[in-house]
């Protein structure tokens, strides 16, 4: 089994991995063979969602490593016919009976889905959770500067916002917002789509200067940023791949180049106007 990858810590002292697994698609037994081989690789971090309907799969692959629990540090996700405060609670007692777990390390608000008008109250539901000891960390995802600054109205700051993000969509704006508040950054589809992004000329004259893939330079630039991203791979040579980034280093130069990809695209989905 290779070492684990390094730590990041939150605002609240808890300890996150540095990269993640993500599990958006795959099915229950594509995922728990994922997760079992990327435990292998370094991978600690496993991300998943009621959404994503695999949680059972994360935590068989997790029983699967033979790991300790407090090695894994999971997150999962609700979705939007829980946004209240007990429905926070509801979610979670589903969540934690599908992954076979009595505590979730990460647990997040999905979409803002700002039209039910929900989320602070959810937020007020995790925090309870939090303070129970039932959740160590919580934090929401897909929330645009709008939704954050209505929690931050209500005295309420996330640990997480996990959001999509690669360099073609570097979200300069939220990054600077969540600094600000001591909120970390994590990206879902850090890789781009389709494979687009990693055939930028700018990426793989990078890559081949320090003789790497275009995945692990990009890679490289989240986590040299102080992004967690999380990667989808149910391969296990590729997760293996993306793990291995922290024995080189991309110059402010290269950092610079790749930020500068950012042409203004919209993102995939509109956080006021989608969601569940």
Request: proline fraction near 6%; charged fraction near 20%; aromatic fraction near 8%.
């Amino acid at each position: 089994m290779m070492s684990p990858a390094p730590t990041l810590t939150l605002n609240n002292g808890v300890q996150i991995p540095a990269i993640g697994l993500g599990t958006w698609p795959m099915n229950n037994s594509e995922t728990a063979d994922a997760v079992t081989a990327a435990a292998d690789a370094g991978y600690r971090l496993f991300d998943t969602a009621e959404n994503y309907e695999n949680e059972v799969g994360v935590g068989e692959g997790i029983r699967r490593t033979g790991l300790p629990r407090e090695d894994i540090f999971i997150t999962s996700k609700f979705n939007k016919k829980w946004h209240s405060y007990d429905g926070a609670h509801r979610a979670f007692e589903a969540s934690t009976a599908r992954l076979g777990l009595e505590v979730i390390d990460l647990y997040l608000i999905h979409w803002p889905n700002p039209e039910q008008n929900g989320y602070p109250d959810a937020f007020r539901g995790l925090r309870a959770l939090q303070q129970s000891g039932q959740v160590r960390a919580i934090g929401v995802s897909n929330f645009l500067p709008e939704h954050l600054q209505r929690l931050f109205d209500e005295g309420l700051t996330p640990q997480v916002n996990q959001t999509q993000l690669d360099p073609t969509h570097n979200r300069s704006d939220l990054r600077s917002l969540h600094r600000s508040r001591g909120i970390l950054t994590e990206a879902w589809s850090p890789l781009g789509r389709d494979g687009g992004l990693l055939a930028e000329p700018v990426i793989t004259a990078i890559a081949r200067e320090h003789g790497r893939t275009a995945s692990q330079v990009v890679l490289r630039w989240h986590t040299q940023n102080g992004i967690v991203p999380t990667p989808k791979s149910g391969n296990p040579q590729r997760q293996l791949e993306n793990i291995s980034i922290f024995d080189f280093e991309l110059s402010s130069a290269e950092l610079a180049a790749l930020t500068a990809l950012d042409v203004g695209a919209p993102l995939r989905f509109d956080a006021v106007d989608f969601g569940h």
